[in-house]
Structure formats: C-alpha cells, structure tokens
C-alpha cells in the first residue's frame, strides 16, 4: 500500500476549523488508497507566544526548558488533529516525538536527528489508523525532549518520510509552490513543475527558503519526493526531486539584500591565511558567504567576502584586531554597506555554456555595476549595490526567461494522494518502489555526507588585474571568451586596489593560448594590465549534502590544506561543494589530505 507524509504547517493549522481542513485533505489521500502520517507544527504563532513568555521571565532561559516548553506547541496541534479525524469518522491516533522514537542528540533547540524507529508507527498504521505525528521535536538519550530549530517540523517529515520509505512527502503551506523568484518582488515569477533538491537547496540558502534547508538536505539524501502546495486549494504545486524533466539552464533567481561586502586588501599569499581569517569570523559567531579570494600581485593576494549587514560592524572589529595585525598582516581592509547578491541556480549550468556571460549582459544592459561575481557548478552570484537589487534580479528573471514554462516539461503534474484511485498511477508506478532504509544508515540520519572529493588537472587559470571597476565589463569579457569557443569553469571576480577589479577564470589547458589571446586584445582595449596565468593548476573540489548548515567544513578544507604547506589560490563555495586552486604540483597531496581528513564522513 502506498505511504504518504503530509506536512501542515503553523498557518495551515491556524485554528479549528483549519485543522479540520487538514484532516479533510489527509482522509482524502487515504480513501485514495494510501497509508497516511501527518506532521504538523504548532498553532499559527503560538512557537513565538511560547518564546516570548520565557523571555518575560527570563533573558537566558535554559535550553531544556525552551525545548520543553516549545515541544507542547505541537503536542495540542497532534491531539487536536487527531480529535477532528475522528469526528469525521476515522481513525487516527497522535504521537509525540518521543512516542514514535525519533532520537535526536542532546543539543537542546537545535538538536540532530540520530535515528527514528518505524515500529509503532507500522502498527498503528495497519491497523488501520492516520497516524499524527508533532513536528519539530525528538527525544535525547537521556530521556530530554528536544527541539530541532525553529521551522523543523518540515525537517521532521522529510526525515519520516526517508525513514518510512514513504511515496511522497507533501507540505502544505501558505505558498503554492516554489517560485522561478520571490513572487513579492517580481510579479512576473512562476510556480515551477519540478525542481531538483540541489536548484532547491541553493535557493534555500539564498533566503527563497519555503522550507527549513535541512529538510531538502534529507530529502536529498534519502531520495524522498517532497510536493510544496497550498493547504487552502486543491492545485497541484511544486515537485523536488532528483533531476526534473526540465532542459532550461536556469530554473530559479534569488536576491539577498542587506549585505556588506569586505576585501582584505594585500594579504601575504601564504598557506593558512585564509583559514585564521575565517576562523576568527566564525568564532564571532558570524556568517560569511560569496568569499572570493583572488590571485594577487607581488606575493600578496585580496581576501573579499561578504556578511549580512547588521555583522558588518562586529566582522570590522574582528578584522580590526586580528587581520591587520601580524598574524595575517593584510595591508588594508575595505569595505561596502548596502550590497545585495543576485544568484541564478540551474542544474542545466553544468551542462550548458554561456549562462554567465548572458547573465553579465542582462545586467550590463541596465548599466548595473556588478562588484563580485563568484560560481559554482549550479550558481552564478553577482553583487550589486542595494538599490539596484530588483533592476538586477528583473534583468536576469527576463534573460532567462524565467516566466516561461521550459519546453520539455509539458508531462502534468503527478502525485499518489492527488490521484482519484490508487490504480490510477500510471506515471508514478514506473518510480522504483523503496526497500525500507536499514537502521544502519538511518542512525547518522543528519550528518554532513561528503560524495566525493575530487581532484581535476585539466585546467588552466588566467587572471586579468586592474580592470575598470564599471558596468559591462565581465559581461564583454566572457562574451569575447564565449565567441572564441572557449569553455570557462569557474569564475571570480573581486575587489581590487583603487576601485579596481581583478577577474580570475579558468578554462581547459588546452584552450589556454587562445584565451590568453582574447584576454590580451581586451587587456589593451581597456588599457588594464596584461593578464597572468598559470598553465597548471589543480582544483580541489568537496562535493556533498550539508556543506553549509555543517559550518566548520570550509575551514577544515582549509585547515588541512595549510597544515600541509598548501597554498590556496581561488576559492568558490557552494550549498554542495567548495572548490578551491592549488598549484598543480601540490594537487595529488592535496587530494590525499582531504581524503584522509574527510575519510569518515565520505559514504
Ligand atoms: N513550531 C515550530 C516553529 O515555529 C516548528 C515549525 O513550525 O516548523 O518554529
Ligand atoms: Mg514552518
């Protein structure tokens, strides 16, 4: 029999009669011949009312008091759920987390999930019950309910649905769907069919978050099918899976406004320099995000990064103190307030060329100045001032058609609980059926899983110093690169000396002679300096799930690096890879570090 998790979500379960609603929808899909959990959060705001009452008592409640308090928000949604399901005439019986055995670790309102143990939940549900089941909470091995961040509850049904081998996982929320971009900014944005869980996880990342980012890291991992849709309406919304049917290149535009934007200004290009930065940074408790270290002149290279807003102050102090000192001993630290960072995400980007160099002329065409520029395999990231953010994102959503349906993706929508009878499942039925997920895998549920560590001496790099720091130039420079037929990996783009920008790319080494050629006829034209290059480099690429909310991974990669005299040259990160240049001489040792380092976590 299929298996479905329904999640609803505080705004879905407002009130009584919206969690009747609910119930409505979970009866309709087990009359459609399914076995039925549902997940709900809390009340509407009643997680916020519930913080705030400690907060009346007490500035610095104890963690294990806040999950015990914030636990009982879902545990009256279960009761009530579970009372509207049998009004209507079904069984239905409710379950805390601990109830079911969802083991988390002990690190109270934020806890991991360890294991969750699928017996109770069988047996009532053959016997013939929907069973609900409160989010956002577990259980320690002490006995100590947990919570899991605020927003866990989709975390907690993605990872029942791995843990059941459920068909699908379908959260309803106040949304219908994902969105090709935030339909508050854009009116022209489109609900998209199908996205995949890496396009999903790097929107996640960049704010467009309809769901808790770790869920998408689960669903990943575990394969599950998650549907976003509304709870108010019966229309299909939007599927995440492995690899959508779509042939678009790009599939979705995020803006993060309120940025600021810092360079380290002539850091000695040593091995470890960047790893002490960020160490500071992240002992400060601060996010740091699009860092782009450039190849610098003179044995000193820029360090340009950029914070949130609100942590420019508190990122100053710490570089104020440690940066400029003699342990990095950069030369100068600059700064920008009010910056926002436009990305478009594709999985087709790895597939397809050119998609920089159209998104550099959608935004030079409004004569935008892009500051920074990092890339990664599915993710080209511009920073742009603060009030050119919605001319910026307008231009990229319209180069790439984003209002557009892409063209291969015309089969309809199609999910087990939405179909009239469970025989009906023409589409869904050619899907592999799941075997249930051994205990073994499921016991490190929610840790950092590292695919592969991979190493790629085929590319060349060249660096273009000094360009003017003004609109259209990585645009005319990527298009000279594009028409010579030159395939460009990754680029990066910083904040030099004087206003002055540095663009760093790479390109297959056996394309370097011509892109040093187009790079040069530029380099006159704009009377900059002649590019340098390095006929042999390596990349070091960690690719997996869970780089960015396992923070610390970066630093590692760093950290492993410095410690075996190896020096970084550029860095890109992404939600599910860092990749970094080495010299092509220290690329195999590199490789084996990593490995060494990462050996537990690789799968
Ligand atoms: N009730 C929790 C919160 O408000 C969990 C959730 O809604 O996902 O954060
Ligand atoms: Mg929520």
Redesign the pocket.
């Known amino acids: 029999m299929p298996l479905i998790v329904q999640k609803f979500?505080?705004t879905s379960v407002a009130d009584t009669q919206k969690i009747l609603g609910a119930a409505r929808k979970a009866i309709r899909a087990a009359q459609a011949g399914n076995q039925v959990v549902v997940v709900v959060?809390?009340m509407g705001k009643?997680?916020?009312h519930l913080v705030a009452l400690a907060k009346e008592i007490s500035d610095r409640p104890p963690h294990r008091e806040m999950d015990m308090l914030?636990s009982s928000?879902?545990q009256v949604t279960i009761a009530l759920m579970a009372i509207a399901l049998e009004s209507l005439g079904y069984k239905a019986i409710s379950m805390t987390g601990a109830q079911i055995g969802i083991k988390t670790d002990s690190s109270h309102t934020k806890a991991r999930i360890r294991s969750i143990s699928t017996d109770r939940m069988r047996t009532a549900l053959n016997a013939g019950n929907i069973v609900i089941a409160a989010?956002?909470q577990g259980i320690d091995d002490d006995g100590n309910i947990t919570?899991l961040g605020?927003?866990?509850?989709?975390t907690s049904a993605v990872a029942l649905a791995a843990a059941l081998g459920a068909d699908e996982c379908e959260i309803y929320t106040d949304v219908d769907g994902v969105y090709t971009t935030d339909p508050r900014l854009l009116a022209e944005a489109r609900k998209v069919a199908q996205i995949s869980y890496d396009e999903m996880l790097e929107l996640a990342s960049l704010g467009a978050g309809v769901m808790?980012s770790r869920s998408i890291e689960f669903a990943k991992k575990f394969g599950v099918t998650v549907h976003v849709r509304s709870s108010f309406t019966d229309t299909p919304g939007s599927l995440i899976v492995a690899a959508p049917e779509s042939d678009a290149p790009v599939t979705g535009a995020a803006i993060a406004k309120n940025e600021a934007r810092l360079t380290l200004i002539g850091v000695p290009d040593k091995p470890g320099n960047a790893m002490r930065l960020f160490a500071r940074i992240a002992e400060a408790k601060i996010a740091t995000d699009m860092i782009v270290q450039n190849i610098g002149q003179e044995g000193r290279t820029d360090i340009s990064f950029t914070v949130p807003g609100n942590d420019l102050a508190a990122t100053l102090d710490v570089l104020n103190i440690n940066t400029v000192s003699e342990e990095i001993g950069a030369e100068q630290v600059d700064y920008q307030k009010n910056v926002a960072k436009v990305s478009v995400v594709g999985l087709g980007m790895e597939t397809q060329g050119g998609i920089a160099e159209k998104m550099f002329r959608a935004v030079s065409q409004k004569m935008i100045n892009i500051s920074m520029i990092t890339t990664s395999e599915i993710k080209i990231s511009a920073l742009v001032s603060w009030s050119d953010a919605i001319e910026t994102l307008r231009a990229v959503h319209s180069a790439f058609q984003l209002e557009k349906t892409p063209s291969k993706l015309n089969s309809p929508l199609h999910s087990p609980a939405s179909n009239q009878s469970a025989s009906n499942q023409s589409e869904w039925s050619k899907k592999p059926v799941k075997p249930e997920l051994d205990v073994a895998r499921l016991s490190r549920m929610e840790d950092i899983l590292i695919e592969s560590i991979h190493l790629d001496q085929t590319q060349a790099r060249i660096t273009m110093p000094n360009v003017p720091d003004k609109p259209g130039i990585a645009a005319e420079m990527f298009e000279r690169i594009a028409e010579a037929g030159i395939v460009v990996d990754m680029i990066v783009q910083s904040c030099g000396r004087n206003g002055k920008a540095i663009i760093t790319y790479t390109v297959p080494r056996t394309m370097l002679d011509a892109a040093i050629d187009v790079t040069k006829k530029l380099a006159d034209t704009w009377r900059s300096d002649e590019p340098l290059y390095n006929p042999t480099i390596a990349i070091l690429s960690v690719r997996g799930t869970g780089l960015r909310s396992h923070t610390g991974l970066a630093y590692r990669m760093f950290k492993t690096l410095a410690d075996g005299g190896i020096n970084v040259n550029v860095i890109s990160t992404s939600e599910r890879s860092i990749s970094i240049t080495v010299n092509n001489a220290q690329g195999e040792q590199g490789l084996q570090l990593l490995k060494k380092e990462f050996a537990n976590e690789m799968i």
């Open positions: 979500g505080g959060s809390a009643t997680t916020d914030m928000g879902e989010g956002f919570t605020r927003g866990g509850s989709d808790h």
